[in-house]
């Protein structure tokens, strides 16, 4: 006995549709708040549509009056045209020399206007859609954990805000309009058909399944290409921001061919998948063609049986051949946005997968206006997501409220990763920090962070003006006298004032146009102005020269009084006044004590101290 195979590509192919059906009804929900004007669109295609019906159906009061027909009346337009209007003493043919082209007029004037208002609200809310999409997944890319930024490229997220946004757009506006405007169509012909002649309407609705099966088959490259052109997109875009980012690095290194031959590898992959779809897009059409051409000439040749030719009049037939010749327009149309409908599908797919990703943990409760500032590190382990070597390794240490903590070491120690956890961008694997005695996992977190300020190496600056930049976020609340004393003590108000707006003046991209002292000094005002009970320095005085190194440091000294204040830093300056130094190495603390408790010890510090610790 044979035994039957289980059929798991149906099971697959059901999922799919499924997939496919769930991906569309949540796109759809987006056009609830705007269902009124969504209802006016399908108001506008069912005119449309019934303009198509009545072009046909006007070809029978045509034919039929030529013919004297007994029929003349039977037919939707003449119907309408005998009741309310009287031929008199006219013939057939006089009264559809009148009637026809007034109903020619009348039609194509309620067809255009259907056609406009469909067309203009479907756009309305399609692009309301794409904006409301767009800004919930650029919304939730602002509150996205740390891990999600180390998962993908800069360019990759970028293209999932911009391509894929866009390809959504297509499915939405685009594909959405001629699935609901020819899909209205195709139901209004259908039911004509049905009205003139359910026997024959039979015969063309055969070969319904077996377009169905071509546009399903298709369907399933449409959606594996779109995938494969969209994580293409996140590659061309990324070689093309390193590319223009780094162009300084580029050039003095030589390196235009190895960047153009990255970028041209991902464009040729990304010109292959495209081909690939266009491939599958062009064979469906003809084919879907052909089918609508064998089930017209099946119809007709039916159609002229004698049997059935004595139902019709002449004018009947040719208004169901007009009719069912129209059908070929609006399903191929239907056939061809399947590309259009899957790349949208498989965009939605990735940015639902976006939006239902998540967001940073905050479920701590504690708040306080300004916490004093001491903080508190037991047991700390810590390796980066998807990563098995450890960064921390049981990391121990005290810092008292108001002192400075300098943390020294090798690259790759651990300096950067743990002040990255005391501003909780990760969560440790185990072990705690407290903050005067609270788990930071407690504190709300933005309330957490409104207690900590930090100048990094790699300075962040916006393209938007100085004043801003320094008084950035909920800093824009500290008035204009605090952001010039901010600048002024930051030892940036000289150079700022040189510029040709002064603090009005508009920065190039990422501080394009600055030097990267002044980068720092705009970016240590901004920790100045917001005067947080905790100030870490990555770095801070790395891109200054020794002058303004001085002159910084003067300022420093002053912001860092009474304050807590963790110092990473190579250099001798930043590092030899700390009331304490930490020195790591291998994800550890390995000593502790002061600049000259650590050099008398003779261990790493030392050792670091006399191979790059010099003025």
């Not at 002649?197 to 169905?212: E, G, M, Q, S």
């Not at 690939?276 to 897009?281: D, I, Q, R, T, V």
């Not at 990267?516 to 891109?543: H, M, W």
């Not at 830093?569 to 000259?596: C, N, P, Y």
């Amino acid at each position: 006995m044979a035994l039957t195979p289980t059929p798991v590509n149906a099971r697959r192919q059901a999922a799919r549709n499924t997939s496919d059906w769930r991906l569309y009804r949540r796109l759809l929900h987006y056009v609830l708040p705007h269902w009124l004007l969504f209802i006016l669109s399908l108001l506008g295609y069912v005119v449309y549509a019934l303009g198509n019906v009545l072009l046909a159906d006007i070809m029978q009061f045509l034919l039929d009056s030529l013919n004297n027909s007994d029929q003349v009346g039977s037919g939707i337009v003449s119907g309408i045209a005998y009741r309310f209007f009287d031929p008199g003493n006219m013939s057939d043919v006089e009264f559809a020399r009148i009637a026809v082209p007034v109903a020619l007029v009348v039609m194509a004037f309620f067809r255009a206007t259907g056609f406009f208002l469909g067309n203009y609200f479907m756009s309305y809310v399609a692009r309301a859609l794409i904006h409301t999409l767009r800004c919930e997944l650029f919304d939730k890319m602002l509150v996205a954990p740390s891990a999600y930024y180390d998962a993908y490229t800069q360019g990759a997220l970028v293209s999932k805000v911009t391509f894929n946004v866009e390809q959504v757009s297509g499915a939405v506006t685009k594909a959405l309009k001629i699935v609901v405007r020819e899909g209205i169509t195709v139901l209004a012909l259908l039911s004509y058909l049905l009205y003139l002649n359910w026997r024959l309407c039979l015969v063309f609705l055969a070969v319904t399944p077996i377009i169905a099966l071509v546009v399903t088959y298709v369907g399933r490259h449409f959606r594996r290409y779109s995938r494969r052109i969209q994580s293409s997109m996140g590659d061309v875009t990324q070689v093309s921001g390193e590319s223009i980012g780094g162009f300084r690095e580029i050039r003095i290194f030589s390196g235009q061919r190895q960047q153009s031959a990255r970028f041209e590898a991902a464009s040729q992959y990304n010109r292959l998948q495209n081909l690939k779809l266009a491939l599958a897009e062009g064979l469906s059409t003809p084919v879907i063609q052909t089918l609508l051409a064998l089930a017209l000439a099946s119809m007709v040749w039916f159609a002229l049986d004698p049997s059935i030719l004595a139902g019709f009049s002449a004018g009947s037939l040719v208004a169901f051949l007009t009719a069912a010749a129209q059908l070929g327009k609006p399903i191929r149309q239907l056939s061809e946005v399947q590309s259009v409908i899957q790349r949208g599908l498989a965009a939605a797919e990735d940015i639902f997968a976006q939006l239902d990703g998540d967001e940073e943990q905050d479920r701590g409760q504690y708040q306080i206006a300004r916490a004093e500032g001491g903080l508190s590190i037991r047991g700390l382990c810590f390796s980066y997501p998807g990563t098995e070597q450890p960064v921390l390794e049981n990391v121990s240490l005290d810092i008292a409220a108001g002192s400075t903590v300098a943390l020294v070491g090798r690259s790759g120690s651990g300096k950067s990763t743990l002040v990255q956890l005391i501003a909780r961008f990760y969560d440790p694997d185990a072990g705690e920090i407290k903050l005067d005695g609270i788990p930071i996992q407690d504190y709300r977190l933005a309330n957490l962070r409104d207690q900590l300020a930090i100048v990094s190496q790699q300075v962040t600056l916006f393209r938007d003006t100085v004043y801003n930049n320094i008084a950035y976020g909920e800093l824009a609340d500290k008035g204009e006298a605090a952001v010039l004393a901010a600048a002024e003590a930051g030892f940036a108000r000289e150079f700022i004032d040189a510029m040709p707006e002064g603090f009005q003046t508009m920065l190039g991209n990422d501080g394009g146009g600055l030097s990267g002292g002044q980068r720092q000094r705009i970016a240590i005002s901004r920790a100045i102005l917001k005067d947080a009970p905790v100030l870490i320095l990555d770095e801070a005085t790395s891109a200054l020269d020794n002058e303004s190194e001085h002159r910084i440091q003067q300022a420093l000294d002053n912001v860092m009084a009474n304050r807590t204040t963790i110092v990473i830093a190579h250099r001798l300056s930043t590092v030899e006044h700390a009331k304490l130094i930490a020195v790591m190495d291998a994800g550890q603390i390995v000593a502790t004590g002061t600049h000259a408790e650590l050099l008398a010890q003779g261990g790493l510090y030392a050792q670091l101290y006399h191979q790059a610790f010099t003025d």
